[in-house]
C-alpha cells in the first residue's frame, strides 16, 4: 500500500460519508414536510383538485416516494421528534432502516440505549438484539432449526422451494 493510494482513499470515503449525512439531512426534512402535506391536505391543493389522492401526490415523478416509505418515513420523525422530543441532530447518523426496526420498542427510557446500539452494532449483532428485545428466539438461542432451501435460476431470478424426501 502507497501513501498516494491511502490518501485517495480516505478523501473519497469522506466524500461519501458527507453526502450520506447530507442525505440523511434532506430525507428528515422530506418528512417533516410530508407529514405536514398530508395531515393539512395540502396534496389535493398541488394536485389541483379537491378529491386529489395523496398516492396521486407521492406518484408525480419529481416527487416518486411509495406510500409505504412515507410511512415508515413519517412514522419515525413524528416518533422522535414528537413523543421522545429528540431534535434530528441526535439521531440524524442512524440509517432510516434501524430506525424504523426500532420504532415500536423506543422509549424515553431505553432511547439513548438503542441509538447507541444502532449506531455500532453489525448487521447480524443488530438482528439479535432486535430480537431479543421482541422476546423472539435468536442465533443464540438453543433450538430445533426449522430451515427453508431455495433454489434460484442464474438466469431469470426465479425462486422456487426445494422439497427434500422427508417432506
Known amino acids: 500500500m502507497n501513501e498516494k493510494r491511502g490518501e485517495i482513499a480516505w478523501k473519497l470515503d469522506q466524500h461519501i460519508k458527507d453526502n450520506e449525512l447530507k442525505r440523511r439531512t434532506l430525507l428528515i426534512e422530506n418528512a417533516k414536510h410530508l407529514s405536514t402535506i398530508y395531515e393539512e391536505g395540502y396534496y389535493k391543493e398541488l394536485l389541483g383538485f379537491e378529491d386529489g389522492e395523496w398516492a396521486g401526490y407521492l406518484g408525480d415523478l419529481e416527487v416518486f416516494y411509495s406510500r409505504n416509505k412515507v410511512n415508515s418515513y413519517v412514522t419515525v420523525y413524528r416518533k422522535l421528534t ?6 434530528p441532530e441526535e439521531w440524524v447518523h442512524i440509517p432510516m432502516t434501524r430506525l424504523t426496526d426500532i420504532i415500536p420498542i423506543l422509549t424515553k427510557d431505553n432511547i439513548d440505549e438503542w441509538l447507541s446500539k444502532a449506531g455500532v452494532l453489525t448487521s447480524k449483532d443488530w438482528r439479535i438484539e432486535l430480537r431479543k428485545a ?9 433450538h430445533v432449526h426449522d430451515d427453508i432451501d431455495y433454489s434460484i435460476c442464474r438466469v431469470c431470478g426465479r425462486k ?3 422439497l427434500h424426501d422427508n417432506e
Open 134 to 142: 421482541k422476546g423472539q428466539i435468536t442465533e443464540e438461542d438453543e
Open 82 to 87: 414528537g413523543e421522545l422530543e429528540l431534535r
Open 160 to 162: 422456487c422451494k426445494v
